[in-house]
């Protein structure tokens, strides 16, 4: 037998002994709230479907960024020691592509799902769904997407066109 097949076998033994042990639960870990289960149990699709009610403006969303966010993304979400957040709009393209939430995500309503599920990154769940709707706003107007006083909520927020939608392609056959 090689020595891979041999390996192959040790983990697939390694495997069998973890499930074991899981039918047997040494009874560790601790049962999500139901408080820490709803804010990762949902889905936004990006039509909008799953939006929750709440709604709010970059005006607010300022103020709840730069006291969450900006020690991370830098203010107006450029110039942080994490993902730069604003800006690279029409650099795909070129030889210095910069992927940010403006030049490249395709739906703004993914900003929401994101948001309300991974940020800020060391506290998720902790923001109101009115916050996350006015930093979403506040994103999208430091992107130059929309303006600084439009109300963003689930109505509206599924009508924002991203820059670089239409660089998706769906359905996509080879020839
Ligand atoms: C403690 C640092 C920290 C804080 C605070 C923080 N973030 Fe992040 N953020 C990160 C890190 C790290 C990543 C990359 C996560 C990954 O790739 O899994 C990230 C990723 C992101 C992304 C995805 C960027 C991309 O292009 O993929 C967005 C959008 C974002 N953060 C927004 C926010 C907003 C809005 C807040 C405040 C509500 C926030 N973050 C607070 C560290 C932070």
């Given at each position: 037998?090689?020595?891979?097949?041999?390996?192959?076998?040790?983990?697939?033994?390694?495997?069998?002994?973890?499930?074991?042990?899981?039918?047997?639960?040494?009874?560790?870990?601790?049962?999500?709230?139901?408080?820490?289960?709803?804010?990762?149990?949902?889905?936004?699709?990006?039509?909008?479907?799953?939006?929750?009610?709440?709604?709010?403006?970059?005006?607010?969303?300022?103020?709840?960024?730069?006291?969450?966010?900006l020690a991370c993304h830098g203010e107006n979400?450029?110039?942080?020691?994490?993902?730069?957040?604003?800006?690279?709009?029409?650099?795909?393209?070129?030889?210095?592509?910069?992927?940010?939430?403006?030049?490249?995500?395709?739906?703004?309503?993914?900003?929401?799902?994101?948001?309300?599920?991974?940020?800020?990154?060391?506290?998720?769940?902790?923001?109101?769904?009115?916050?996350?709707?006015?930093?979403?706003?506040?994103?999208?107007?430091?992107?130059d997407i929309i303006a600084e006083d439009a109300?963003i909520n689930a109505e509206s927020l599924p009508?924002?066109?991203?820059?670089?939608?239409?660089?998706?392609?769906?359905?996509?056959?080879?020839?």
């Amino acid at each position: 037998m090689s020595t891979r097949n041999a390996l192959w076998l040790v983990c697939v033994g390694a495997i069998g002994t973890g499930a074991a042990l899981a039918d047997d639960s040494p009874g560790l870990g601790q049962e999500l709230t139901a408080r820490e289960l709803a804010a990762v149990d949902f889905t936004i699709m990006p039509d909008g479907d799953g939006l929750p009610a709440g709604a709010g403006d970059a005006v607010t969303g300022r103020d709840i960024y730069n006291q969450n966010c900006l020690a991370c993304h830098g203010e107006n979400g450029t110039g942080g020691v994490n993902d730069v957040l604003s800006g690279g709009h029409g650099s795909l393209a070129g030889p210095k592509p910069l992927k940010t939430v403006g030049s490249y995500w395709p739906y703004a309503t993914t900003i929401f799902d994101y948001l309300r599920r991974a940020m800020p990154f060391q506290m998720p769940g902790s923001l109101s769904n009115d916050d996350i709707y006015a930093v979403t706003a506040y994103l999208l107007f430091v992107n130059d997407i929309i303006a600084e006083d439009a109300e963003i909520n689930a109505e509206s927020l599924p009508l924002v066109k991203m820059p670089n939608r239409d660089n998706f392609v769906w359905g996509y056959t080879p020839e």
